[in-house]
């Protein structure tokens, strides 16, 4: 008998319990990515100078063969936008060609690819800047000259499977870094030669 009076209001209290109301779908969503503090300091190789982001790091890629060749890298975010340089050598027209070809193999997975000039006359620096929207590999290429000595060929990739939604507040602040990197760029007059090809 003693069972049987505890088994009703524990009944009540479940039923009680369980009535919150209609279930609510929660709708897919993404970690909250907190960005460091935006501010630049310039760096100096041995073909170019530039301002680049202070939470990022300059590393050296091939350093013996391949003078100037860089990776801008962000540690917190797995992403670095690797950079290539070449003392142009009378094959400027196939540099550009290479660039826009590697531009053009996003296009399969790309949903749009906007493309902003950049001319300035006074620094000798001059290029395309080629935003690459959608699941892609790379959302962002870029190709820097001043058309007769020097060359510079950057790619921003994430060490992670493509997802634009997720990486979205990462690649717009990465974006805005490339710009402002090409907006201070200068050239070394004497650019070393970049090595066997």
């Excluded at 959608?134 to 921003?156: E, H, I, K, Q, R």
Aim: with cysteine.
């Amino acid at each position: 008998m003693v069972g049987r009076s505890c088994i009703g209001p524990l009944l009540v209290g479940c039923v009680l319990v369980g009535c919150g109301g209609d279930p609510v779908p929660k709708p897919h969503g993404y970690f909250r990515i907190d960005l460091p503090e935006q501010g630049y300091a310039l760096f100096t190789s041995d073909c170019f100078l530039a301002e680049i982001p202070k939470a990022a790091r300059m590393v050296p890629q091939h350093a013996d063969e391949r003078p100037c060749w860089y990776n801008i890298t962000y540690p917190g975010y797995k992403a670095a936008v690797h950079l290539t340089y070449r003392h142009v050598q009378g094959d400027l027209g196939q540099l550009l060609a290479d660039a826009h070809d590697f531009k053009n193999k996003h296009e399969a997975k790309a949903f749009k690819i906007t493309t902003e000039r950049l001319l300035r006359d006074t620094s000798r620096v001059f290029g395309d800047l080629f935003d690459v929207e959608g699941d892609v590999a790379s959302p962002m290429v870029f190709y820097l000259t001043d058309s007769t000595t020097n060359f510079l060929y950057g790619s921003l990739y994430f060490r992670s499977r493509p997802n634009a939604d997720s990486l979205a507040p990462i690649t717009t602040r990465i974006r805005q870094d490339i710009r402002h990197f090409a907006s201070t760029l200068r050239w070394v007059t004497a650019g070393p030669s970049d090595g066997p090809r």
